[in-house]
């Protein structure tokens, strides 16, 4: 309408307004390809040929007059200042947010307008006024428009305006400063676009008025106002480069320092904050470097971590290369904090590190810098005792949450193995995680707990049975560096402690190949074994459960033996919760018994004997056993249903057992022995064991009864059964002693049944190894053979009598070691009641076999005169050893002057001397199988055979 107004006041004709209209048209079109103002040409020499071409469309001289005085009809028909203030409003409407409004302005700007550069210095004020006004505007199209106009104006009136433009700005700037934020949005927004349109000569010329006005935005409470101008600044960074640097991000620095509450030069900490983050947004890789030598000075506050947290949210590439510069920082301040009782400064401190695991998620560089830097965080060498050390203590735990913080940021399902890059780190962290469960330090067990659960809870469901190898590999290696004397891993400890690994266990258990499944088996058994029972009773069902699930399918040996093991650990740690399982894990132990493979009857026999003591009757289960024995189809078998038949016996509850029951006891254990089981030494062990535990079971008269008829030995009995007789012989004396001590007519026919199968003449007799148990049983208990008993002597001299000088030859290598056994377990546990009143015959016998040709007789001499001569360290009497004893023997075989005592001293120098020495060393371990350390020893070790542990 304005146009149809403009061109009926300069008298055009409509023929010609339509011809300018399409020629002008034509031209905004073309402009459009370049940019989308109208008016875009580079100089005012394109704005003349764009004239040139209207020109040379007129149609007639007539309108070709009126257009080269157009402009001066207008004004002589509205006047000047009016003209000027059309001109200056069509002007600012080329700028237009909308396409259809800049070329409509475009369409008449050219129809009235020969020279655009001129014509816009002439309406210059008044175009000012318009574009101030906009820029002032609440309403976002109309800051946008008066913007685009400014940028328009410099860019073709270039340094001829900007000396008016940026005074104008500053003082709008000044004049809004209480104003809405959309006013000074608007002088931020032009500033940008005079900035883009404007040459480096001229930002240079007119910067320092200008890097004021930017600082003062960026510190500006409103976003909007922050946003447009971190713009201007990343406009005048590119054009003038350090420069506008040096001069901004200094003052904000230090306004930054001030910390909370704080002020410097008008600008507030918060504000100066919010201004970084704007120029991050924009610049990080040239503000950054600039920001971490300040914000990383150690030890890092709170207010710095939570700055160093809001501008890391807005680094993105410039964080990787300064990522272990600012975790070092961190890492170190983390101790000062703790040591100070800030927690405020440590959670400020722990969300910076979360910030920056949250941008390891976009940027696979970032993630592998800072692999790199908490692998190097969480080293601790083997000989640093964490506990000892607080500041490693609090790096590595803090290394291990920024661990967590990564996987949580990345979140569940995120670690797909060699599909993700999270899930290239998983098996590395899993032994490094698993590892420092087994700290010193609580700190670091917590933490490393925490980073576990939160990596496990990354893996996806689909991937769990590759990491069951893995997890076992770092477990045991975890377990097996504990200290000594430590039963349990710390962090299986707490109070959801083996949870994280449970359910990629269960998933390999029920979803694995078989060498997985047996992996499975065994590393839940070392989780087991390894847990404090009431750590690990919130987990039995979860354990259990799938363990008895797949126990009746059809696996391996292998699979079914750690099967077994397991649940009989499981019986042995929470008993109490594993009671609803028992009828259904009696039935599977039983069936197990009668398994074709040696190692699963084993395992079976050993979880029935964890089992026993739990329930309440025994009888069905003693009438299934001892059918069994009779029925069994091979010896393996047959040893099986034996080896459950001493674990009834040997049970705290067997003295509830029916009578049917003993009795049915007594005929499997009591029968005729065939040719194949005698010779069977482990159903000779197994049925002597069972034998002394119904001994131990039924009342002293039946007691003695099964002694009298089963357990001693007459000269008329063949070697196998003199054989078969002292080794239960052996079980009754170790089982039942109290039969044996109140009976002087038992302990006779002891002394009796050992003399049978030791002959003082000598001779091989098969009976000779168990009759020396029976001597060394019978002397090594007080409750048998009190001091002063009159069974100790013929005992102990039947055992000298084996190992002689006379005799040397009578009895063989086997009975030789065993005699010289027994004699040194005599003389280290009882020397004054067994020993030493025989201690010349002792020692001579001893030392008439330390040259012996026979490896293992020698070092049971050597052993046995060490103890006899009372050399050695003896713990249980408190005796660290002497030569007194020594002495009192060579006093009592006439002087050091006889061969004898020179044998006996020349071999305590040499020899002797270095034993007794071994012995007093703190890490000394006792080779006496009658010692309760090297017992329990024993057990544990048989234990880790029962999981099988060599993965």
């Not at 970084?276 to 300040?294: G, S």
């Not at 079980?731 to 002959?759: I, K």
Request: aromatic share 4%; net charge negative.
């Amino acid at each position: 309408l304005l146009g149809e107004f403009l061109y009926r006041v300069a008298g055009l004709s409509d023929r010609a307004a339509e011809r300018e209209r399409e020629a002008a048209r034509a031209l905004f079109n073309a402009a459009q390809d370049d940019d989308d103002d109208g008016g875009a040409q580079s100089d005012a020499g394109g704005d003349d040929d764009d004239e040139e071409v209207v020109a040379a469309a007129a149609a007639d001289e007539e309108d070709a007059l009126i257009m080269g005085n157009l402009r001066e009809i207008i004004t002589q028909a509205l006047g000047t200042e009016r003209c000027r203030a059309v001109l200056a409003a069509l002007y600012v409407s080329r700028s237009d947010v909308s396409s259809m409004v800049r070329q409509a302005a475009f369409g008449v700007w050219k129809g009235i307008v020969s020279h655009t550069p001129r014509t816009a210095r002439e309406c210059l004020p008044a175009i000012m006024e318009i574009v101030l006004g906009g820029l002032s505007s609440e309403e976002y199209d109309r800051r946008t428009t008066a913007a685009r106009t400014l940028g328009d104006l410099v860019h073709k009136l270039g340094e001829a305006v900007m000396s008016q433009i940026v005074p104008i700005l500053e003082t709008a700037l000044r004049e809004q400063d209480g104003a809405a934020g959309s006013a000074r949005h608007g002088v931020f927004v032009g500033l940008s676009e005079i900035l883009s349109a404007t040459g480096r000569t001229h930002i240079e010329a007119y910067a320092d008025a200008m890097i004021p006005l930017v600082r003062r935005g960026l510190c500006d409470e409103d976003e909007m106002v922050r946003e447009a101008a971190a713009t201007a600044f990343n406009g005048l960074q590119q054009t003038i480069g350090p420069r506008v640097i040096d001069s901004v991000v200094p003052p904000l620095l230090n306004a930054l320092t001030q910390g909370a509450g704080g002020e410097l030069d008008g600008i507030r900490p918060e504000h100066a904050l919010e201004a970084l983050r704007e120029l991050m947004a924009v610049r990080a890789n040239v503000v950054f470097p600039v920001l971490i030598p300040t914000l990383t000075a150690v030890p890092v506050s709170a207010f710095n971590a939570r700055a160093l947290s809001s501008l890391i949210q807005v680094a993105g590439a410039a964080l990787g290369r300064r990522l272990p510069q600012i975790l070092l920082a961190l890492f170190k301040s983390f101790p000062v904090h703790q040591a100070a009782g800030d927690a405020e400064a440590e959670a400020a401190l722990r969300d910076t590190v979360d910030a920056i695991a949250a941008t390891a998620v976009h940027d696979d560089v970032a993630l592998e810098s800072l692999m790199i830097q908490l692998h190097e965080s969480v080293k601790a060498g083997e000989a640093t005792d964490l506990a000892a050390s607080p500041a490693d203590a609090s790096r590595v735990a803090e290394a291990c949450l920024a661990m967590g913080a990564i996987c949580r940021a990345f979140g569940a399902g995120s670690a797909a193995r060699g599909r993700t890059p999270l899930g290239a780190h998983v098996v590395d962290w899993l032994r490094i995680l698993i590892d420092h469960l087994g700290a010193s330090a609580a700190q670091v067990v917590e933490a490393s707990w925490a980073a576990l659960d939160a990596l496990c809870r990354a893996v996806p469901r689909d991937d769990y049975d590759g990491y069951v190898g893995p997890i076992s590999r770092a477990v045991q290696h975890a377990t097996e560096s504990l200290p000594r004397g430590q039963r349990t891993l710390p962090g299986f400890n707490l109070a959801k402690g083996v949870g994280p690994l449970l359910p990629i266990y269960s998933q390999g258990l029920l979803a694995g190949s078989p060498d997985t499944k047996e992996r499975t088996v065994r590393g839940m058994a070392r989780l087991v074994r390894f847990t404090e029972p009431d750590a690990l009773r919130p987990f039995a069902t979860g354990i259990t459960g799938p363990l008895i699930r797949i126990v009746g399918d059809r696996h391996p040996p292998a699979v079914k033996a750690a099967i077994l093991s397991t649940l009989g650990l499981l019986l042995v740690q929470i008993p109490a919760l594993m009671r609803p399982f028992l009828p259904q894990l009696q039935r599977t132990f039983v069936r197990g018994l009668t398994e074709k493979e040696d190692v699963v009857r084993q395992r079976a026999a050993a979880a029935l004997a964890a089992l026993i003591p739990l329930q309440a009757r025994l009888d069905p289960l003693v009438l299934e056993l001892t059918s069994g024995v009779r029925q069994a189809e091979t010896q393996g078998m047959r040893n099986a249903m034996m080896r459950a038949v001493c674990a009834v016996v040997q049970a705290p509850n067997a003295g509830a057992l029916a009578p049917a029951s003993i009795q049915a006891i007594e005929a499997a254990v009591v029968g005729r022995i065939d040719a194949v089981e005698a010779g069977d030494l482990r159903w000779q062990a197994l049925r002597s064991r069972a034998f002394g535990g119904l001994c131990g079971v039924v009342d002293a008269t039946a007691a003695a009864a099964l002694v009298a008829q089963h357990a001693t030995v007459d000269a008329a009995d063949s070697g196998a059964a003199q054989e078969a007789k002292l080794y239960s012989l052996a079980a009754a004396l170790a089982e039942a002693p109290r039969l044996f001590a109140g009976s002087a007519e038992l302990q006779q026919r002891v002394v009796e049944s050992v003399a049978t199968a030791l002959p003082a003449a000598g001779g091989q007799t098969r009976a000779a190894l168990p009759a020396i148990q029976v001597a060394k049983a019978a002397l090594l208990s007080r409750e048998i053979a009190p001091s002063g008993s009159d069974i100790i002597a013929p005992l102990a001299d039947a055992l000298v009598a084996v190992v002689a000088a006379d005799s040397a030859y009578a009895h063989d290598s086997d009975a030789q070691q065993a005699a010289l056994r027994a004699l040194k377990a005599a003389a280290k546990y009882r020397y004054a009641d067994v020993v030493e009143p025989a201690r010349v015959a002792v020692v001579q016998a001893a030392m008439a076999h330390v040259r012996d040709r026979i490896i293992p007789v020698k070092l049971a001499a050597e052993r046995c005169a060490l103890y006899a001569l009372r050399l050695a360290n003896v713990p249980p009497e408190g005796f660290e050893g002497s030569d007194a004893g020594l002495a009192s023997y060579v006093d009592a075989v006439g002087g050091a002057a006889s061969d004898r005592d020179k044998l006996v001293l020349d071999y305590q120098r040499r020899v002797l001397n270095k034993l007794a020495d071994a012995t007093r060393e703190l890490d000394y371990a006792s080779d006496d199988e009658d010692d309760p350390a090297r017992a329990a020893a024993k057990d544990d070790a048989a234990s880790d055979d029962d999981d099988g542990d060599a993965e």
